[in-house]
């Protein structure tokens, strides 16, 4: 085996310290960067990995007002009620359906929107329809949930007056109490509230490319069919990839505010998601390391689910977010 010479080690520790030299240089010059980016590092920490310490609570018999040390540890007990309660299953079943439904709907639909809407030219009309397209958005869901649940109401219910005059359905249909139309209702909803404000991604995805690509696509004589297919959808596709893995790590995330707001007594077995499942069997009744239990399977699931979807995606299309 060859050894280095002692020229050899000093120039490589002549190496070393210019290389850490130039990164105090580098963070000297950039220091007020950095001192900008401290308070959104500590609310990082104080509110996404500080909380981690309370996942103790799931291996516990969590009793509040008992010190740390006094608790019982109980091990994986609450997981095993978790995965032999019947109702979580259905929790389960839930969200996937609604997460899923509301993925395709909530990518297809802006893609299309955006795509469509970059073809306006006239733009006073373009101008207008995204100010109205996005409006939804700053519409909190307890109003939206108001706004759908008037629509859909069998008395004076938009919907229904318009099947009924269009002679579709003989009387009102109790949109709001059938449990299969659920799943329909929330995603429906979640489009409309969602669609303009996910559209501008796209729309700025769409201004980064190349006018020269459709000028000589022009040339060529692609029309604008064409022009979008080889030309929009390819440009965009990096945008597309990468919001597509980061809702995929999402599928069991979903929240429960649309279900909470939207659901009823009569469609409980359609509208119960892991969040809310977390809320009524974990807060609800007192049981929090249960509820821990819950939102742990939750996040590891999610974590697992952006991994895998990274991975794929990674080999498939060379796009990645890591």
């Given at each position: 085996?060859?050894?280095?010479?002692?020229?050899?080690?000093?120039?490589?520790?002549?190496?070393?310290?210019?290389?850490?030299?130039?990164?105090?240089?580098?963070?000297?010059?950039?220091?007020?960067?950095?001192?900008?980016?401290?308070?959104?590092?500590?609310?990082?920490?104080?509110?996404?990995?500080?909380?981690?310490?309370?996942?103790?609570?799931?291996?516990?018999?969590?009793?509040?007002?008992?010190?740390?040390?006094?608790?019982?540890?109980?091990?994986?007990?609450?997981?095993?009620?978790?995965?032999?309660?019947?109702?979580?299953?259905?929790?389960?079943?839930?969200?996937?359906?609604?997460?899923?439904?509301?993925?395709?709907?909530?990518?297809?639909?802006?893609?299309?929107?955006?795509?469509?809407?970059?073809?306006?030219?006239?733009?006073?009309?373009?101008?207008?329809?995204?100010?109205?397209?996005?409006?939804?958005?700053?519409?909190?869901?307890?109003?939206?949930?108001?706004?759908?649940?008037?629509?859909?109401?069998?008395?004076?219910?938009?919907?229904?007056?318009?099947?009924?005059?269009?002679?579709?359905?003989?009387?009102?249909?109790?949109?709001?109490?059938?449990?299969?139309?659920?799943?329909?209702?929330?995603?429906?909803?979640?489009?409309?509230?969602?669609?303009?404000?996910?559209?501008?991604?796209?729309l700025a995805a769409i201004a980064g490319i190349g006018p020269d690509l459709y000028e000589a696509a022009k040339v060529d004589g692609a029309s604008r069919?064409?022009?979008?297919?080889?030309?929009?959808?390819?440009?965009?596709?990096?945008?597309?990839?990468?919001?597509?893995?980061?809702?995929?790590?999402?599928?069991?995330?979903?929240?429960?505010?649309?279900?909470f707001l939207l659901g009823n007594p009569l469609v409980s077995d359609y509208s119960q998601v892991l969040d809310l499942y977390a809320l009524n069997y974990?807060?609800?009744?007192?049981?929090?390391?249960?509820?821990?239990?819950?939102?742990?399977?939750?996040?590891?699931?999610?974590?697992?689910?952006?991994?895998?979807?990274?991975?794929?995606?990674?080999?498939?299309?060379?796009?990645?977010?890591?």
């Amino acid at each position: 085996m060859r050894t280095m010479t002692a020229s050899q080690e000093r120039r490589m520790e002549g190496v070393s310290r210019k290389k850490g030299g130039t990164f105090w240089r580098k963070f000297f010059q950039q220091r007020y960067l950095y001192l900008m980016s401290v308070p959104f590092v500590l609310w990082a920490f104080v509110f996404s990995y500080l909380p981690l310490w309370g996942w103790t609570m799931a291996f516990q018999k969590f009793k509040p007002g008992i010190a740390f040390g006094d608790q019982k540890w109980v091990g994986l007990q609450y997981f095993r009620e978790l995965f032999a309660d019947e109702q979580f299953y259905r929790v389960l079943r839930n969200t996937l359906a609604m997460s899923t439904m509301g993925l395709v709907a909530g990518f297809v639909v802006p893609i299309v929107f955006a795509v469509v809407l970059n073809e306006v030219r006239a733009m006073p009309v373009k101008r207008f329809v995204q100010t109205v397209s996005y409006l939804p958005h700053f519409v909190s869901w307890v109003v939206v949930a108001g706004i759908v649940t008037k629509m859909l109401s069998t008395e004076g219910g938009v919907v229904n007056e318009i099947l009924i005059s269009l002679h579709i359905v003989d009387e009102p249909v109790q949109f709001m109490a059938k449990g299969g139309l659920f799943w329909y209702i929330v995603t429906a909803s979640d489009v409309w509230k969602e669609m303009g404000w996910n559209t501008i991604i796209y729309l700025a995805a769409i201004a980064g490319i190349g006018p020269d690509l459709y000028e000589a696509a022009k040339v060529d004589g692609a029309s604008r069919l064409r022009q979008i297919w080889h030309i929009t959808l390819p440009g965009i596709r990096p945008t597309i990839v990468v919001l597509l893995i980061m809702s995929i790590g999402h599928l069991v995330g979903i929240g429960f505010e649309k279900q909470f707001l939207l659901g009823n007594p009569l469609v409980s077995d359609y509208s119960q998601v892991l969040d809310l499942y977390a809320l009524n069997y974990g807060l609800g009744l007192g049981r929090f390391s249960f509820g821990t239990a819950i939102n742990i399977f939750n996040s590891v699931i999610s974590v697992f689910l952006l991994l895998i979807a990274n991975g794929i995606f990674k080999r498939t299309t060379k796009e990645s977010i890591f």
